[in-house]
Nanobody, 116 residues
């Protein structure tokens, strides 16, 4: 059974930092593209950042220079370090493990609220 469990969300003031974690089980973690997505109220879910098994990264323009994705294959965990947070970063953040359309798994989400 595949499980992705996010943690680390919360309420933070604008300009602050948070680190999200996503612990995976039930998959061969090291071969998956791991990503973070977010969905704000009334908006579509969007990619925030992802990281390939070879550690190549991809970021949304809106978070470049502020967010950093990393992964620890020994711990089956992916992280999202979020600095210089803005009110517009407020959303539910979801972890995703992807190995093709038939092998895409989601966590339950963690709320990030940035107060201005």
């Amino acid at each position: 059974q595949v499980q992705l469990v996010e943690s680390g969300g919360g309420l933070v003031q604008a300009g602050g930092s948070l680190r999200l974690s996503c612990a995976a089980s039930g998959i061969l973690f090291r071969i998956y593209i791991m990503g973070w997505y977010r969905q704000a109220p009334g908006k579509q879910r969007e990619l925030v950042a992802n990281m390939s098994p070879g550690a190549s990264t991809n970021y949304a323009d809106s978070v470049k220079g502020r967010f950093t994705i990393s992964r620890d294959n020994a711990k089956n965990t992916v992280y999202l370090q979020m600095n210089s947070l803005k009110a517009e970063d407020t959303a539910i953040y979801y972890c995703n493990a992807w190995l093709g359309s038939a092998r895409s798994y989601w966590g339950q989400g963690t709320q990030v609220t940035v107060s201005s």
